[in-house]
Nanobody, 116 residues
């Protein structure tokens, strides 16, 4: 069974930084394209960054230049370094495959709150 466990969220001031982690199990992590998604209250979940199995990355325009996605295949872990945080970055952040696979359940996510 695939498990995705996100961690590293918290409360941070505008302009601050956080690094999120996602521990994956039950999949051959190194072969899978992965992504970080977020969902703010009243909004749809959106993809903010993705990384291929070969570590090619893409970003949503809203986070380009501020967020960095990376992966450690030896540790089956996905990361998201978030810098220059803004209030509009506040959301629950999730990791998942990119594109998402319907048979993999979403994790609990990790809350990021940016205070102004």
């Amino acid at each position: 069974q695939v498990q995705l466990v996100e961690s590293g969220g918290g409360l941070v001031q505008v302009g601050g930084s956080l690094k999120l982690s996602c521990a994956a199990s039950g999949i051959i992590f190194r072969n899978v394209n992965m992504g970080w998604y977020r969902q703010a209250p009243g909004k749809q979940r959106e993809l903010v960054a993705s990384i291929t199995s070969r570590s090619s990355t893409t970003y949503a325009d809203s986070v380009e230049g501020r967020f960095t996605i990376s992966r450690d295949n030896a540790k089956n872990t996905l990361y998201l370094q978030m810098n220059s945080l803004k209030p509009e970055d506040s959301a629950v952040y999730y990791c998942h495959t990119a594109p998402t696979l319907p048979y993999i359940h979403w994790g609990q996510g990790t809350q990021v709150t940016v205070s102004s």
